[in-house]
């Protein structure tokens, strides 16, 4: 990792109409090179944080400086470095793919041939089909072209695979690495947990306006009391037991749910004959007993209490 700084957030706050308070006191730092993964439950400040970073949006107080500048004194030079893909971007469906990508060439000083970015993100076979005519794939691969012309230093994208199906995911994955790869720095929101397992180089998870979590995926996993989960469920509805697995070897944590039991264990193999003992001694029975790595999504509702995808 480089340990050039690309953005900084200092105490940063929206208030909207002096009364809800979006985002409240939130800390981040983005290093070069990095893949920054924004992560949190609908309503938890992100989008307006994100909106501040890219310059759409002014905030109530706080300090943001992104690659040096700020949104006060540098916009024209800020909007030169940085490439923006969001949500959803509304192309125009009567141009062509390579219209568009020229189109958006055209806004930027130091652009790149709208060729080389076809040819990069797999379009230059489509460069001249209209945007209408394009799958969900495709339109999300053109809308992060748009981006990538201005040839930014900065990549935001905002939950850059929301619809897609499992191929157009990697291909969008793909090119993340690769702009990564080439010295880009990236700043990602996702809704999918295997995504910023998978992409994400560091991650911060808010809530409520302010960062509850922060650190590599393997740190955050790590701190939910152990790298293995072992879920069951008993026959009969038994006591709760909740004291009862907390005493078994090697549990890190204890979460029931829906009568699922979920133990949070470092070592399973010490952890699941004990469980099997203690159930069989008071004569009860598992009706399913399942063991799995802990993940990002563990991580999540530990924090918040809910999952990430929750409409």
């Not at 038994?238 to 009862?244: Q, T």
Request: charged share 25%; hydrophobic share 40%; aromatic share 6%.
């Amino acid at each position: 990792m480089h340990d050039q700084v690309v953005v900084r957030c200092k105490d940063l706050r929206k208030t909207y109409e002096g009364k809800v308070e979006a985002v409240r006191g939130l800390d981040l730092t983005i290093y070069a090179g990095q893949c920054f993964g924004l992560l949190g439950p609908n309503g938890a400040g992100k989008t307006t944080t994100i909106e501040i970073l890219e310059g759409l949006l002014a905030a109530t107080s706080g300090e943001v400086e992104i690659l040096g500048h700020t949104w006060k004194s540098d916009s024209r030079a800020l909007r030169e470095m940085i490439g923006i893909s969001l949500q959803e971007t509304r192309l125009s469906e009567k141009l062509t793919v390579r219209e568009t990508v020229e189109l958006f060439a055209g806004f930027y000083k130091q652009s790149r041939p709208a060729e080389e970015v076809l040819a990069e993100l797999s379009l230059t076979e489509k460069a001249d089909a209209r945007v209408g005519k394009l799958s969900g794939g495709q339109k999300q691969r053109l809308a992060i072209a748009t981006a990538l012309v201005s040839n930014p230093q900065l990549l935001f994208l905002d939950e850059p695979t929301t619809g897609l199906d499992p191929q157009s995911r990697r291909e969008v994955w793909d090119i993340v690495r690769r702009f990564q790869q080439s010295g880009g720095t990236v700043l990602l929101t996702t809704h999918y947990m295997d995504e910023a397992e998978r992409l994400c180089d560091y991650i911060s998870i808010i809530d409520h306006g302010k960062v509850i979590a922060a650190g590599t995926p393997a740190e955050l996993i790590s701190g939910v009391g152990g790298h293995h989960r072992v879920e069951f469920a008993l026959e009969a509805d038994h006591l709760d037991g909740g004291e009862l697995w907390r005493q078994l070897p090697g549990v890190g944590g204890v979460h029931q749910d829906a009568g699922i039991t979920a133990l949070t264990v470092e070592e399973p193999h010490l952890t699941i004959p004990a469980l099997l003992a203690a159930v069989n001694q008071r004569g009860w029975k598992l009706s399913q007993l399942t063991t799995r790595q802990s993940s990002l999504e563990d991580v999540f509702v530990n924090l918040t209490g809910r999952h990430l995808r929750e409409d």
